[in-house]
């Protein structure tokens, strides 16, 4: 495994439609693991492939909730419900959040590492972790749906989850 370098917001790949993955192949297994340690590494809870340079329809996520990472292939959603409005930040704007509106619960197919289908419910901050990694997928930036200019997050801020623990704020997507 290894870490990949993480595109910031103005590299155009982050702005590209991804292609779907047919099968999975061995360099797209490498591709997830390195996607998941780069993630840890940089104490997101989500990243998305485009976020690594590659532009293939794969997201990774970890809330810390007891299902462990979600390895999301070809993800679709497939329902949404409610409605919440809270921080949000991404690890291609660092240091930055923004208050962004989502859907408070969604249903996600997307197919697994065997390329079996799935369905995955998230209800807030995992519902948002759907919707932003997603979004990344289509080519777009929570920047864009932003309510109101970005601000500043204390780095002190992000060290809270030291403790593996994720409370919703401050979690870069
Ligand atoms: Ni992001």
Same mark, same amino acid.
């Given at each position: 495994m290894?870490l990949?370098?993480?595109?910031?917001?103005?590299?155009p790949?982050?702005?590209?439609?991804?292609?779907a993955?047919?099968?999975?192949?061995?360099?797209q !297994? =490498?591709?997830?693991e $390195?996607m998941l340690?780069?993630?840890?590494?940089?104490? &997101?809870? %989500? *990243?998305? +492939?485009?976020?690594?340079?590659v532009?293939r329809r794969?997201?990774?996520?970890?809330?810390?909730?007891?299902?462990?990472?979600y390895?999301?292939i070809?993800?679709?959603?497939?329902?949404?419900?409610?409605e919440?409005t809270g921080?949000?930040?991404?690890?291609?704007?660092?240091?930055?959040?923004?208050?962004v509106?989502?859907?408070?619960k969604? !249903? =996600?197919?997307a197919k $697994?590492?065997?390329?079996?289908?799935?369905?995955?419910e &998230?209800? %807030? *901050?995992? +519902?948002?972790?759907?919707?932003?990694?997603?979004?990344?997928?289509?080519?777009h930036m929570y920047t864009?749906?932003a309510?109101?200019?970005?601000?500043?997050?204390?780095?002190?801020?992000?060290?809270?989850?030291?403790?593996?623990?994720?409370?919703?704020?401050?979690?870069?997507?």
């Amino acid at each position: 495994m290894a870490l990949r370098e993480i595109r910031l917001e103005g590299d155009p790949v982050l702005t590209k439609e991804c292609k779907a993955v047919k099968d999975l192949t061995e360099r797209q !297994k =490498v591709l997830i693991e $390195d996607m998941l340690e780069t993630m840890y590494d940089a104490d &997101g809870v %989500g *990243l998305a +492939a485009p976020q690594v340079g590659v532009l293939r329809r794969i997201c990774v996520i970890d809330v810390g909730d007891e299902h462990g990472p979600y390895i999301l292939i070809n993800p679709k959603i497939i329902s949404k419900e409610g409605e919440q409005t809270g921080q949000e930040g991404c690890l291609s704007v660092p240091g930055k959040a923004g208050n962004v509106t989502r859907p408070m619960k969604v !249903k =996600v197919e997307a197919k $697994d590492l065997d390329m079996n289908t799935q369905t995955y419910e &998230g209800e %807030g *901050l995992l +519902a948002r972790a759907f919707c932003h990694e997603i979004d990344h997928l289509d080519g777009h930036m929570y920047t864009e749906i932003a309510e109101g200019p970005l601000y500043e997050v204390r780095p002190e801020d992000e060290e809270d989850e030291e403790d593996g623990s994720n409370n919703g704020n401050g979690d870069d997507l």
